[in-house]
T-cell receptor
């Protein structure tokens, strides 16, 4: 039973445009959410996070939006750059982030020059 | 430089042999984790440890074993009981009660 779902396996966008990556969760105990970026044959790197007390968190070109009622979060990348091409994982945790992370299956983003 | 070191990067073993993957961190993190990545499967938790001398099974612990004798080290043994051991293995660590985990570069294990 998947608690964190990334339903679209891939996304392709043009350089300079917005990339929107979506994530849904089913466990209402989750209250802390993270996005990780992963290049092939490397470990994931932390990108941005959001607590359930917020509905938006911004860091440079990256913004994460959280809709608790819909159990949905999204990562916006504006403007998208070719170096953003990677697999992006959504992850969730309970108890303010102190519980172990549960990951989605990932989404491959390709940004075309 | 602080970080997490996994070794080796590539590992080949014959079927039926046990193999141990190394993970060392110098971030002074309390918690350490082992994940497995397979194509289309995302990251699945094998084992995790929140303090020294204590660890818990994750979602896919069967066929694996771990130890946590030192804060810095969390080795993973893939035993012959693991039916499909060929995968990319990732080690991670985090500060106590912190969600942000830092990952190593991974070990690609191939069993032939």
């Amino acid at each position: 039973d998947q608690q964190v779902k990334q339903n679209s396996p891939s996304l392709s966008v043009q350089e300079g445009r917005i990339s929107i990556l979506n994530c849904d969760y089913t466990n209402s105990m989750f209250d802390y959410f993270l996005w990780y970026k992963k290049y092939p044959a490397e470990g994931p790197t932390f990108l941005i996070s959001i607590s359930s007390i917020k509905d938006k968190n911004e860091d440079g070109r990256f913004t994460v939006f959280l809709n608790k009622s819909a159990k949905h979060l999204s990562l916006h990348i504006v403007p998208s750059q070719p170096g953003d091409s990677a697999v992006y994982f959504c992850a969730a945790s309970a108890k303010g982030g102190s519980e172990k992370l549960v990951f989605g299956k990932g989404m491959k983003l390709t940004v075309n020059p | 430089d602080g970080g997490i070191t996994q070794s080796p990067k590539y590992l080949f073993r014959k079927e039926g042999q046990n193999v141990t993957l190394s993970c060392e961190q110098n971030l002074n993190h309390d918690a350490m984790y082992w994940y497995r990545q397979d194509p289309g499967q995302g990251l699945r938790l094998i084992y995790y440890s929140q303090i020294v001398n204590d660890f818990q099974k994750g979602d896919i612990a069967e066929g694996y074993s771990v130890s946590r004798e030192k804060k810095e080290s969390f080795p993973l043994t893939v035993t012959s009981a693991q039916k499909n051991p060929t995968a990319f293995y990732l080690c991670a660590s985090s500060a106590y009660r912190a969600a942000e985990a830092f990952f190593g570069q991974g070990t690609r294990l191939t069993v032939v």
